[in-house]
C-alpha cells in the first residue's frame, strides 16, 4: 500500500533526517560530504519510489534523505544573512511611539517595549527576576504567544467586514501581511516563524471551501516548511519549547477541556477550566525539556498562567491604541493599571516560598 500524501508522513521522517544532521558538529568537509551522500540517496530513492507501485519505505527514506540534505547543506554554506536595516528603522519607529504615550509610570512603557518589541533592556532587574522566579519568562520574551495575541486583536477588529467571502479574504490577507511585518520588524525568532506560520496555513485553509481544519496538519506543515526554510533552527531552544507547547496544545489540550461537563458556553467555570487545561497541556510537554537544560521547575506555573496570561493580553489590548496620537487619556490609564498589577502579580507569585 502508498503512503499516503499526508503532511504527517511527510513531516516525521523529514523531521528526523533534520535532527540527525543536527548531531554533525559545523565547520570541516563532513557537512559537504553528507549533503552529497544524501542528495545521491534521495535522487535514488525518488526513483525506486516513482516505480511500479510505489515502495513505503523508499518514500518514507526519501523524505529522511531530503531532511539530511537540508541541514547538511545548510552547515556547509554558513551563516545566514544579517536582518534588513529597514526592519530596524521600523522597530525604532514603534519603541519612539510607546516613550511618546507618556505612560504615567515609567515601567509600564519599558514592559510595553518588551511584550511588543522584545526589548526588555530598560526594565528593572526586580521585575524581570519576579518573571522567572514566577515561570512567567514566556510571557516577558518575546514569542508566538504575543503574535497569537496580535492576531486575534486584528482578526476580531476586522469582525465588522462580515463573513463573505471577499470579506474573509480581505482579513485573512490583512492578518497575514500584518503578521509578516511584524515579524520582520521584531527580528523573526525561531517561536515568531512558527506562529506566522500557524496563522497563514490556518487562514489558508479558512478559504478552500471544502477543506476542513486539522490542527496535527496545520503543526506538520509548518513544522516541515520552517526546517526546510530554516533547518540549523532546530538547535534553537526557544525552536524546540514553542513546538513543544503547540504539541501539547495540538495532542492533548481537547482532551482535557473535555472533561469538563458540557453546558453553556459563556459558563465561566468552562473558561477557567479552558485555562487550566491549556497551560496543564503546555507545561506537560515542556517540562521534560525545561528541566534537562535547567534542572528547575516553575512550583507556580497554574497560578501563573491562570492570572498573568489574561493581564498580559488585556495590557497588550489597550496599549495598542494608547500608541495612536490623540488617544484619550482614560484608555492611557486602563493600560496603565492593567501593566501595573502585572507586574505587582507577579512579583506577588515571586514571593511565596
Known amino acids: 500500500m502508498v503512503v499516503e500524501k499526508d503532511i504527517v508522513a511527510i513531516s ?21 560530504w553528507l549533503a552529497a551522500g544524501s542528495c545521491l540517496a534521495a535522487a535514488g530513492l525518488f526513483l525506486l519510489a516513482c516505480g511500479r507501485g510505489g515502495r513505503n519505505g523508499a518514500v518514507l527514506a526519501l523524505f529522511y534523505c531530503l531532511g539530511l540534505f537540508c541541514h547538511a547543506s545548510a552547515l556547509a554554506r554558513g551563516p545566514a544573512p544579517g536582518p534588513d536595516p529597514s526592519s530596524g528603522r521600523a522597530l525604532q519607529g514603534l ?8 505612560f504615567p509610570h515609567a515601567d509600564t512603557a519599558e514592559l510595553l517595549k518588551a511584550l511588543l518589541a522584545g526589548q526588555r533592556g530598560g526594565l528593572d532587574p526586580q521585575t524581570v527576576a519576579a518573571f522567572r522566579a514566577a515561570g512567567a519568562s514566556h510571557i516577558l520574551a518575546l514569542s508566538g504567544l504575543h503574535l497569537g495575541i496580535l492576531y486575534g486583536i486584528l482578526h476580531k477588529a476586522l469582525g465588522w467586514l462580515g463573513n463573505g467571502r471577499a470579506a474573509a479574504a480581505f482579513r485573512s490577507a490583512a ?8 515579524l520582520a520588524m521584531t527580528g523573526a525568532s525561531p517561536s515568531l516563524v512558527r506562529a506566522f506560520l500557524f496563522i497563514l496555513f490556518n487562514e489558508l485553509s479558512r478559504l478552500l471551501p471544502g477543506r476542513r481544519r486539522r490542527p496535527l496538519n496545520v503543526f506538520c506543515a509548518a513544522l516541515t516548511l520552517q526546517l526546510a526554510v530554516s533547518p540549523t533552527v532546530v538547535r534553537s531552544l526557544g525552536f ?6 503547540m504539541l501539547g496544545i495540538v495532542l492533548l489540550f481537547p482532551r482535557l477541556e473535555a472533561w469538563y461537563p458540557k453546558g453553556l458556553r459563556g459558563d465561566p ?14 507545561q506537560a510537554f515542556t517540562a521534560p525539556l525545561v528541566w534537562i537544560r535547567f534542572h528547575s521547575f516553575p ?7 491562570l492570572g498573568a496570561l489574561p493581564l498580559a493580553e488585556g495590557f497588550i489590548l489597550c496599549g495598542l491604541p494608547a500608541l495612536v496620537p490623540g488617544c484619550p487619556r482614560g484608555i492611557k490609564n486602563l ?8 507586574i505587582f502579580f507577579l512579583k506577588a507569585v515571586a514571593a511565596i516560598p
Open 12 to 32: 516525521i521522517p523529514f523531521s528526523a533526517g533534520v535532527v540527525t544532521a543536527a548531531l554533525v558538529p559545523p565547520g570541516g568537509d563532513v557537512p559537504y
Open 95 to 102: 519603541l519612539r511611539s510607546i516613550d511618546a504615550a507618556a
Open 175 to 182: 492578518c497575514v501581511a500584518a503578521a509578516a511585518c511584524y
Open 240 to 245: 524546540q519549547l514553542s513546538y513543544l507547547a
Open 269 to 282: 467555570l468552562r473558561r477557567i477550566w479552558s485555562g487550566v487545561a491549556l497551560t496543564l497541556s503546555c
Open 299 to 305: 512550583k507556580y506555573f497554574l497560578i501563573t498562567n
Open 335 to 342: 493600560a496603565d493599571a492593567l501593566g501595573q498589577t502585572l
